[in-house]
């Protein structure tokens, strides 16, 4: 499964001999002193100055750096549109056939694991079953209304009624199956 890199402090690269790098697959040394990441996009190295200004609480080696993510939020930019307090009702409680209904959070980890899965399944079921997602933190009457209480839950709904959910980031095939229930 997919892991979230926060933080990772490394010493100076002119401080680690290249040898010793050069078995390591995905990463290599450069003579300006710092690693170049070949197969990691979004990763860059920050120096220990400019990083501890940004996290007071992390310790830093004095020619240590930290490796920052700079992923943009692709996750959430996809083909399963979002759902807001304003089309809830048009989209879900009105639709003619069922709905996969995705509540998550920019922040959480495993919604971002589960996104995948949900636009995967959007296309699979095309025509038989409409997804949409709800940002819990930008309509969370919605989510008070459904009682999530945990992020990522994704609720089927069929004529306007809660049916089945599912809590967590769970395998596509515990999906296939809570919506293979309600076609």
Request: with cysteine; net charge positive; proline share 6%.
């Amino acid at each position: 499964m997919a892991a979230v890199l926060e933080t990772l402090t490394i010493p100076r690269a002119s401080a680690i001999p290249s040898a010793s790098l050069a078995p390591v697959a995905g990463f290599s040394v450069s003579r300006r002193s710092f690693l170049r990441f070949s197969d990691f996009r979004g990763l860059k190295i920050q120096s220990a100055r400019s990083s501890a200004l940004v996290s007071s609480r992390s310790r830093h080696n004095r020619r240590g750096g930290r490796i920052v993510c700079e992923a943009q939020e692709t996750a959430v930019e996809d083909a399963v549109p979002g759902v807001t307090d304003s089309n809830w009702q048009s989209l879900v409680l009105e639709s003619d056939s069922p709905v996969l209904v995705e509540f998550w959070a920019p922040w959480c980890g495993p919604c971002r694991m589960i996104h995948p899965v949900v636009d995967k399944l959007a296309k699979q079921y095309a025509g038989k079953l409409k997804c949409y997602k709800v940002n819990t933190d930008e309509s969370p009457s919605i989510a008070t209304q459904y009682g999530i209480r945990s992020i990522p839950t994704v609720i089927i709904f069929k004529n306007g009624e809660k049916k089945d959910a599912v809590i967590g980031a769970v395998p596509e095939s515990t999906l296939t199956t809570c919506i293979e229930k309600f076609l």
